[in-house]
């Protein structure tokens, strides 16, 4: 066998083997599979295995078949009452009609960007027949059922079937939430502010009920002590009467010992002269006898 012979028995099982490997495809458990010819779908295939199709001729587009998830960014909506909420939603489907969603959205991240924005429009469109306070309520659960009906049905246009849509979060934007913060921060100062007046006021009253009862008492304290020594001061002239009239020696003889202490203290600056016959020294003249 010459060496020609050998190259061409060569390219011969190499073209074959070629063609072999063209005509199958492996479809997993997790895919499915449209197979194209000439760019025009002739079969679908849903079944894993070991699949033919015609080497060069025919391609095949794979496709996920577990439930997916659609986890688009926050969007603002506006409600009813004009409140603005920031939105944040995410999604469950499935590719269950491969030859439509390929004649449709072609691609898996062609269709991921279409679904956003069905999720999205539906979302605006469902949350804007509604106020906050419906949100907040009860009726919470039919609206996320809303949601979900509305975004299946155009879900199904494209070959998806959608799960579930649920609404992880629903925040009011950042410069609403500052405002009021802010509104809040201001009625609770002017709160503080009106407390504090009505504090001082009402310290200011009992501040002043108290030095009144304090000028009433004290007042009351030195009428009682006026009336008291008043009546102190009386007795005490009626004893000394009494003392004067029982005996009137001693009673001049006790009222001169009481001038000679109170005029003969121990006084610095006082210098008292009198003569030695006066009768301010009458007990004295007396006291040898």
């Not at 469950?92 to 898996?108: A, M, N, S």
């Not at 009336?227 to 006790?254: L, P």
């Amino acid at each position: 066998m010459t060496d020609k012979i050998k190259i061409t028995i060569v390219i011969i099982f190499a073209t074959l083997l070629l063609i072999v490997a063209d005509s199958l495809y492996i479809v997993k458990q997790t895919e499915q599979a449209i197979v194209l010819q000439f760019g025009e779908p002739v079969r679908v295939v849903q079944n894993a295995g070991l699949k033919f199709k015609i080497p060069f001729i025919q391609k095949v587009v794979f496709y996920d078949n577990r439930l997916l998830n659609l986890d688009p960014p926050a969007q603002e909506v506006v409600l009813n009452d004009k409140k603005r909420l920031d939105v944040d939603s995410f999604t469950r489907y499935k590719i269950i009609d491969p030859l439509r969603f390929y004649k449709t959205v072609r691609t898996e991240l062609q269709a991921r960007s279409k679904l956003e924005e069905i999720v999205n429009s539906s979302v605006r469109k469902i949350l804007g027949r509604i106020t906050l306070q419906e949100l907040l309520s009860q009726k919470r659960t039919q609206i996320m059922a809303d949601i979900s009906s509305a975004v299946k049905v155009d879900a199904e246009q494209i070959g998806v079937s959608v799960a579930d849509v649920r609404i992880r979060r629903a925040d009011l934007p950042i410069e609403v939430l500052q405002a009021i913060n802010a509104r809040m921060k201001a009625e609770r100062e002017r709160d503080a502010k009106e407390f504090r007046a009505t504090g001082q006021q009402e310290a200011q009253k009992i501040r002043a009920e108290a030095e009144k009862e304090q000028a009433v008492i004290i007042a009351e304290a030195e009428k009682q002590a006026q009336i008291i020594r008043g009546q102190g001061d009386q007795e005490a002239i009626a004893i000394w009467n009494n003392a004067a009239g029982v005996d009137t020696k001693f009673f001049s003889f006790y009222r001169s010992l009481e001038a000679y202490k109170n005029s003969l203290a121990d006084k610095e600056d006082t210098s008292l002269v009198l003569s030695p016959d006066s009768e301010f020294f009458e007990y004295f003249s007396k006291s040898g006898r």
